[in-house]
T-cell receptor
Framework: DAGITQSPRHKVTETGTPVTLRCHQT?????MYWYRQDPGHGLRLIHY???????DKGEVSDGYSVSRSKTEDFLLTLESATSSQTSVYFC????????????FGPGTRLTVT | AQSVTQLDSQVPVFEEAPVELRCNYS??????LFWYVQYPNQGLQLLLK??????LVKGINGFEAEFNKSQTSFHLRKPSVHISDTAEYFC???????????FGTGTSLTVIP
């Protein structure tokens, strides 16, 4: 299994509070991605990174920001959480793009009350 | 932009029966196609991928898929399913000019004893 961990694995927070999710990899892969998974929508890309300090938006980036200061860590921040951001968040990594597979982390279940 | 359509949201099938999960994509450029499986409370893992060459692709756990360019389809098949195949299956696509993966909404396969 690819070395990807996500923390926390579960979080309940209140509307309006900031939340940061962490993805950590031990594979030294260049590309990292954040997705959210919702019933009826499958996986939708939030942000991705193609190197340290190099990030770009995905299709559902509003309300989210990311940072990547080291190869191994990719942080996803919800500046002011809303109930619509209740979801399961997956981090993925890829050695190259686009033809190599993505390896997924175990997911973080976030509930915003 | 590319889109991926999984035509069936739920597929129930009896154990040892064959199954086909359907996937169609829209693209006017060279395309790379993937099938991922997600077991309950886990991340996604790659079943198989099509990059080029033979249109029949074999993957893990006895699954195979056929790339059909004229019908823009990439259907997943297994000749005889097991209880352990019960999971969510996602079709995904990207291209050599793209920087994102696009996932379908998923097909929930339930194998009935």
């Amino acid at each position: 299994d690819a070395g990807i961990t996500q923390s926390p694995r579960h979080k309940v927070t209140e509307t309006g509070t900031p939340v940061t999710l962490r993805c950590h990899q031990t594979e030294n892969h260049r590309y990292m991605y954040w997705y959210r998974q919702d019933p009826g929508h499958g996986l939708r890309l939030i942000h991705y990174s193609y190197g340290v300090k190099d990030t770009d938006k995905g299709e559902v980036s509003d309300g989210y920001s990311v940072s990547r200061s080291k190869t191994e860590d990719f942080l996803l921040t919800l500046e002011s959480a809303t109930s619509s951001q209740t979801s399961v968040y997956f981090c993925a990594i890829s050695e190259t793009h686009p033809i190599n597979e993505q390896y997924f982390g175990p997911g973080t279940r976030l509930t915003v009350t | 932009a590319q889109s991926v359509t999984q035509l069936d949201s739920q597929v129930p099938v009896f154990e040892e029966a064959p199954v086909e999960l359907r996937c169609n994509y829209s693209s006017s450029v060279s395309v790379y196609l993937f099938w991922y499986v997600q077991y309950p409370n886990q991340g996604l893992q790659l079943l198989l991928k099509y990059l080029s060459g033979s249109t029949l692709v074999k993957g893990i756990n006895g699954f195979e898929a056929e790339f059909n360019k004229s019908q823009t389809s990439f259907h997943l098949r297994k000749p005889s399913v097991h209880i352990s195949d019960t999971a969510e299956y996602f079709c995904a696509a990207t291209s050599n000019t793209g920087n994102q993966f696009y996932f379908g909404t998923g097909t929930s396969l339930t194998v009935i004893p």
